[in-house]
């Protein structure tokens, strides 16, 4: 009991500061988490709309869907008359380095990608950073929104289902294909079945 106490005499003031700065630390977190998520919004429609120009507006028509262990939502892109421009959603699976983070865009029909951009990535700079240069994006743009082939050779101007991969970034190249990979099929059939799209 008495080395407790002498313990709690001696350290008060170390106590005392931990408590301090992390209630600090609650207060700046809590105050800031509005303006993030605010960030992260204005990111996203910034990709939306790079995606899909001729949307008005992005409608969050099913919310957390889950795909892999991970939830989404998915967006219906309209014009200013309400007509249906596409879909898009946000797409996440490893890479090389960390988590590739992307949003995903598909016309109205889910029938072909209007391509994806990068949300969040580590990859190496110089290789698999890469992934966002439109030698490999462009590919995407077009490609038919069915499974997709990575392909170490072949022509990066034809678009078809064959991506050609990276330069030396051949995983982060491997990983982004198989991300669309893994959310295709998934978010069609629950967009047909929700009646976004026909069956």
């Known amino acids: ?6 313990f709690l005499k001696q350290s008060w003031l170390l ?11 609650a207060i700046t977190s809590a105050s800031l988490d509005p303006i993030i998520r605010q ?9 939306m709309k790079s995606l899909i120009p001729d949307a008005n507006e992005f409608k969050t028509v099913i919310k957390d869907f889950e795909i892999a262990n991970t939830k989404t939502d998915i967006y219906q892109a309209v014009d200013a008359k309400g007509n249906t421009m596409g879909f898009a959603f ?6 090389f380095a960390d988590k590739i983070k992307l949003v995903i865009a598909v016309d109205k029909n ?3 990608y209007y391509g994806f951009a990068v949300l969040s990535s580590n990859e190496t700079p110089g290789f698999g950073s890469k992934i966002i240069e439109p030698y490999f994006s462009s590919q995407f743009i077009g490609a038919p929104a069915e499974t997709l082939q990575l392909s170490k050779i072949g022509d990066d101007k034809k678009i078809d289902e064959n991506i050609v991969a990276i330069t030396g970034a051949t995983v982060s190249s491997d990983a982004v294909v198989r991300i669309f990979n893994r959310y295709n099929e998934q ?7 929700k009646g976004f799209i026909e069956k």
């Open 39 to 47: 960030n992260e919004a204005n990111l996203l429609n910034a990709k």
């Open 15 to 25: 106590i005392t500061a931990a408590f301090i700065f992390g209630l600090l630390l």
């Open 1 to 6: 009991m008495h080395k407790v106490i002498y």
């Open 110 to 112: 889910f029938n072909k």
């Open 187 to 193: 978010i069609k059939n629950e967009l047909k079945d």
């Open 90 to 95: 946000i797409a996440v699976g490893s890479g």
